[in-house]
């Protein structure tokens, strides 16, 4: 008979396993996204723009006898030169936010990504949140700059800022907000449409082109529900949550027939919030649906 040798099971070291977290997903986005060269050029514009605007709003208050308004009137022309380029600031935001998902799609290298957070969704989550915050960010410091430098501009026009007005501080702080949301509004329609050409044309289709076409529209339908409309759209709301109201009337407010919508800065937030609920939603489904 043959004995035989009793085979001896090594016991093998444990893997170390590591689990993939939301924080790392984020710092990974954090990541990419400043390793973007577009990410700085979108950046330094949109800082250029609006300091610029701003300083050159303050230098041409004189011409328009601002010392001789009320206290309240003043600070309304304060929170006006501060905001004076937002617009256009909204417009660089939108460009970013559609390119840092469309660029993905576009080299291919959103697959990687996929291939590293398998169930997609975090990652895209992660993306907007990154940007969101950049924006705001980024923008505030704008802003806040701004307004540092036309405190020292103001006074040369007979108009005094107070640093003390709580309004004027909402109004700095829902400007940057307001480029924030359209970064993510463009972010969302760039994860919906996964083109970058196309996703720019709709953001700024979205920001410039639909408040104009609306505005049209209210000068031939003078009914209610059009001045809602466009009370709602997500240009014209950003508007509001950077609006300073002086005894009741805004700078923004036009004439309207009784019963259309004008909304204050907290519905104007709630507003913008249920758009980039409806399209980010919209994008989730789209990419959890699509192939890569």
Known sequence: MTAT????????????????TFGGVLRSEVIKLRTLRSTWWCLSIMVVIIVGFGALFALSA???????????????????SVSVGVVFGQLVASILGALVITGEFGTGMIRSTFSTVPKRLPAVIA????????????????????????????????????FGDGALWR???????????????????????????????????????????VQIFTAFVDAAWVYTLAEIIPPNAAARLYDYVVSGQSAM??????????????SALLVLVGWVVVLFGLA?????????
């Open 5 to 20: 040798t009793p085979t001896r099971h090594r016991d093998r070291p444990a893997r170390p396993t590591s689990k993939l």
């Open 253 to 266: 407010t036009l004439p309207s027939p009784d019963g259309a919508l004008v909304l204050e800065p907290w």
């Open 127 to 162: 993306k907007l949140v990154v940007i969101a915050v950049t924006l705001f960010v980024v923008s505030l410091v704008a802003l806040v700059l701004t307004l540092l430098i036309n405190s020292a501009i103001l006074p040369s026009n007979d108009i005094t800022v107070d």
């Open 62 to 80: 004189g011409l328009f006898e601002a010392g001789q308004a009320s206290t309240e009137q003043q600070q309304q022309i304060v929170a006006q």
């Open 171 to 213: 109004s700095v702080l829902g400007a940057a907000a307001s480029i924030a949301f359209t970064g993510m509004i463009a972010f969302s329609l760039g994860a919906i449409i996964r083109n970058g050409a196309g996703a720019i044309a709709a953001s700024v289709g979205l920001v410039f082109v639909l408040p104009i076409i």
């Open 284 to 292: 989730l489904a789209l990419v959890k649906r699509r192939d890569v």
